[in-house]
């Protein structure tokens, strides 16, 4: 009886708390997403499996930064102020939670949003004029 050699182990998705959301692409610093070559589904974050179809045919992609307000809610918090976060539906069907910053345009559902990032830090702010 042979030993079974040590495989390495795969995690099937990317660790959403440690791992940087944040990759330099040819179209400048964007969220990064994952599309299976399979199905044609985009993720959020760097993942070695589809969630939706298991397929390993994925390949590491930049998410578009731009989307619409699906939703929001402005919290409270000491020291702070108020912060507001809500979820932004991507131009690729993703839709994921992130901080937003409100200028001179203020926010309300269904608004069009940018990504910015300054720094290591990003969120979406609404598209001024829109
Ligand atoms: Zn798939």
Redesign the pocket.
């Known amino acids: 009886m042979s030993a079974t050699p040590e495989a390495p182990v795969s995690v099937p998705i990317a660790d959403l708390d440690s791992d940087d959301l944040l990759g330099s692409f040819a179209e400048g610093r964007r969220l990064v997403g994952t599309r299976?070559g399979?199905?044609?589904?985009t993720m959020i974050g760097s993942r070695v499996v589809?969630s939706?179809?298991?397929?390993r045919d994925?390949s590491r992609v930049p998410l578009p930064g731009t989307g619409v307000l699906y939703s929001f809610t402005r919290l409270h918090v000491g020291g702070d102020g108020v912060r507001a976060v809500g979820y932004v539906d991507l131009d690729d069907d993703v839709r994921t939670l992130a901080d937003l910053r409100e200028d001179a345009t203020p926010l309300r559902p269904d608004a069009p949003v940018e990504l910015v990032v300054d720094g290591d830090a990003w969120f979406f702010t609404p598209v001024t004029g829109a």
């Open positions: 299976c399979n199905c044609g589904q589809c939706s179809c298991v397929s994925v």
